[in-house]
């Protein structure tokens, strides 16, 4: 599988994705647009988690952005450690770009501190302050940010995507995002009709209003947008 320029709902600030894994993701989303049978998923993406070996041969060139494991979550307990060496390995062998690596299980990223390339930026989802269980079996939004938090000690570029957006406590969640203090915050709604407790629109403005006065950059998602019909 080639490197693949970034398209469709896909942050516009990437400019190309890269899968080396292979199964299906361990979280199991519910909302999840790869596992989503109605759209057909994808035999690469069932079955257990397995590393392609092929896909490690793949250059990367420079000058890019390159969301790694777009389609994955490359830090998931059931993930090998060698895969993510592996992985980590080949974008080293390629300074010259900027990697994206976003995860729902940040805390095992400590693990790995040394390994990651140079240009590295960091993410995790955050849809909500509450419990997203058993939406998701990853692990809670809570832990989440308390490893986003402890990150800061390692000087990562960071960043937050609230999406699928769900039903929230405007002074909790604005007060998690505003400790991780990450350099920008995406913010996107579910596209794809899966019925989520969903929040009101005001709830959403006054969370966006916080996170601004707190000096955090906003980058909204178009599908944001049918909030405020």
Same mark, same amino acid.
């Given at each position: 599988?080639? &490197?693949?320029?970034?398209?469709?709902?896909?942050?516009?600030?990437?400019?190309?994705?890269?899968?080396?894994?292979?199964?299906?993701?361990?979280?199991?989303? $519910?909302?999840?647009?790869?596992?989503?049978?109605?759209?057909?998923?994808?035999?690469?993406?069932?079955?257990?988690?397995?590393?392609?070996?092929?896909? &490690?041969?793949?250059?990367?060139?420079?000058?890019?952005?390159?969301?790694? @494991?777009?389609?994955?979550?490359?830090? %998931? @307990?059931?993930? !090998?450690?060698?895969?993510?060496?592996?992985?980590? #390995?080949?974008?080293?062998?390629?300074? @010259?770009?900027?990697?994206?690596?976003?995860?729902?299980?940040?805390?095992?990223? #400590?693990?790995?501190?040394?390994?990651?390339? $140079?240009?590295? &930026?960091?993410?995790?989802?955050?849809?909500?302050?509450?419990?997203?269980?058993?939406?998701?079996?990853?692990?809670?939004?809570? #832990?989440?940010? $308390?490893?986003?938090?402890?990150? $800061?000690?390692?000087?990562?570029?960071?960043?937050?995507?609230?999406?699928? /957006?769900?039903?929230? !406590?405007?002074?909790?969640?604005?007060?998690? /995002?505003?400790?991780?203090?990450? @350099?920008?915050?995406?913010?996107? %709604?579910?596209?794809?009709?899966?019925?989520?407790?969903?929040?009101?629109?005001?709830?959403?403005?006054?969370?966006?209003?916080?996170?601004? #006065?707190?000096?955090?950059?906003?980058?909204?998602?178009?599908?944001?947008?049918?909030?405020?019909?």
């Amino acid at each position: 599988m080639a &490197l693949r320029k970034s398209k469709g709902n896909m942050y516009p600030w990437v400019t190309h994705t890269h899968t080396h894994l292979g199964g299906e993701c361990p979280h199991k989303c $519910q909302y999840c647009y790869v596992s989503d049978i109605r759209f057909g998923r994808p035999v690469k993406y069932q079955g257990p988690i397995r590393l392609i070996e092929k896909e &490690l041969e793949v250059p990367y060139r420079k000058n890019k952005i390159i969301f790694i @494991e777009n389609c994955n979550d490359l830090f %998931a @307990e059931d993930v !090998d450690f060698g895969f993510i060496d592996s992985i980590l #390995a080949h974008c080293r062998d390629w300074p @010259e770009n900027n990697y994206v690596f976003q995860t729902k299980n940040p805390e095992r990223i #400590a693990g790995f501190i040394d390994q990651f390339p $140079q240009n590295t &930026l960091i993410g995790t989802t955050i849809e909500t302050n509450r419990d997203t269980y058993p939406m998701s079996l990853a692990p809670s939004p809570g #832990a989440r940010m $308390q490893a986003m938090v402890h990150l $800061q000690d390692y000087s990562f570029r960071e960043f937050v995507t609230i999406e699928p /957006i769900l039903d929230f !406590d405007v002074p909790i969640l604005s007060d998690w /995002i505003c400790l991780i203090n990450p @350099e920008f915050v995406n913010i996107g %709604a579910d596209s794809k009709g899966h019925g989520l407790p969903e929040p009101a629109n005001r709830k959403i403005e006054e969370l966006i209003m916080n996170l601004i #006065a707190s000096g955090i950059e906003i980058r909204e998602k178009h599908n944001l947008g049918r909030f405020k019909k």
